[in-house]
């Protein structure tokens, strides 16, 4: 269990380089946690699919690999859709900014 410090939140909740930006179906470029939450919540359930589906789920690898959460990872491989998913990047972020 990680402990969370201030600058552990500020980290995760700030933006990746440039490079490590989460390429969406679609063309639209996500690089931080509320661009994600926006991103998946204003997303076509058919781009949100391509992303998430039984063969992989690029939300989960890329915030877990990029973004550095483990919990929110695990918890987006287990969503069951668009809404659900989208939620939990809300949850997440109202977490991470109480420990700032």
């Known amino acids: 269990m990680v402990k969370f410090t201030r600058d552990i939140a500020r980290k995760m909740l700030g933006d990746v380089p440039a490079e490590n930006s989460f390429w969406c179906h679609g ?18 359930d ?9 063969e992989k789920n690029d939300f989960s690898n890329w915030v877990r690999e990029v973004i550095g959460d483990g919990k929110l990872a695990t918890d987006l491989s287990r969503a069951r859709n668009r809404t659900e998913a989208a939620r939990l990047v809300t949850g ?9």
């Open 46 to 54: 058919e781009t949100f699919a391509y992303h998430a589906n039984a």
């Open 27 to 44: 063309g639209r470029t996500l690089k931080n946690l509320s661009e994600l939450e926006s991103g998946i919540k204003e997303m076509t």
């Open 92 to 100: 997440r972020i109202a977490f991470l900014k109480g420990k700032i």
